[in-house]
């Protein structure tokens, strides 16, 4: 028997967390779509950046979430990209 699937409405929950925003501190518009950079609070208070993808019409479509102390080393690994 398969287990049943439940659809997550939208929230931006990260595993059990909702997410608060505290910060947007930009975006980048690419191809028709959204990406902005933002700081991030879980219900337990812990901090995270997330870059959130939003499409042509405004709608989140995925985030990625890292911690506060991944930043530089973020940064350094995007560089080498070219």
Avoid at 11 to 18: D, E, H, L
Avoid at 40 to 63: C, D, M, P
Avoid at 65 to 79: D, K, S
Wanted: overall charge positive; charged content about 25%.
């Amino acid at each position: 028997m398969a287990a049943k699937v439940e659809k997550q409405t939208a929230g931006f929950k990260f595993g059990k967390y909702r997410l608060e925003v505290l910060q947007t501190y930009g975006e980048i518009n690419c191809n028709g779509k959204v990406y902005r950079f933002i700081k991030v609070r879980t219900n337990n208070n812990e901090l995270y950046y997330s870059i959130r993808l939003y499409n042509a019409k405004g709608r989140f479509i995925k985030q990625f979430l890292f911690e506060l102390n991944l930043r530089v080393a973020l940064i350094e690994l995007l560089g080498k990209a070219g």
